[in-house]
C-alpha cells in the first residue's frame, strides 16, 4: 500500500492541526492503521492507532484527551487530529499501515507490527 501524509505546518503552542493520510494500493479498510513521530535526535515513537472496523482506537499517554485518530474507510483516509498542541509535539510524523498478520492489542504499538509507511509530515509547535 502506499501511503500519502499531508497536513503539518507551524503553528503555535495550543494551536491545533488535523493530518490526513491517503492510501492507496491495498484494500485499505482491512487493516489497522497507525500514527507515529520521530523528533531530531529522538527515536520513532506510537501516537497513535485505529483498528479497521474503527471500533478501537490506542494513543501514547503523552497525546491522550488531545489528539484523535480516525478514518474514513469509504476514502481509504485516516485522520490525526491535533489539539493543544505543545512545543513537545515538534516532530515528523508518519502514517503507517498495520500486517495483514497484526492483531488489535499491544502490538498495535510497535512500529515492527507496520509494514507500509508514508513519507512523513514535519509539523512544528513554537513557544
Known amino acids: 500500500v502506499q501511503l500519502q501524509a499531508s497536513g503539518g505546518g507551524l503553528v503555535q503552542a495550543g494551536d491545533s492541526l488535523r493530518l490526513s493520510c491517503a492510501a492507496s494500493g491495498r484494500t485499505f479498510s482491512r487493516y489497522t492503521m497507525g500514527w507515529f513521530r520521530q523528533a531530531p535526535g529522538k527515536e520513532r515513537e506510537f501516537v497513535a492507532a485505529i483498528s479497521w472496523s474503527v471500533r478501537s482506537t490506542d494513543y501514547a499517554n503523552s497525546v491522550k484527551g488531545r489528539f484523535t485518530i480516525s478514518r474514513d474507510n469509504a476514502k481509504n483516509t485516516v485522520y490525526l487530529q491535533m489539539n493543544s498542541l505543545k512545543p513537545e509535539d515538534t516532530a515528523v510524523y508518519y502514517c503507517?499501515?498495520?500486517?495483514?498478520?497484526?492483531?488489535?492489542?499491544?502490538?498495535?504499538?510497535?512500529?515492527?507490527?507496520?509494514?507500509?509507511w508514508g513519507q512523513g509530515t514535519q509539523v512544528t509547535v513554537s513557544s
Open positions: 503507517a499501515a498495520a500486517r495483514q498478520t497484526t492483531s488489535w492489542g499491544p502490538e498495535v504499538k510497535r512500529g515492527a507490527a507496520y509494514n507500509s
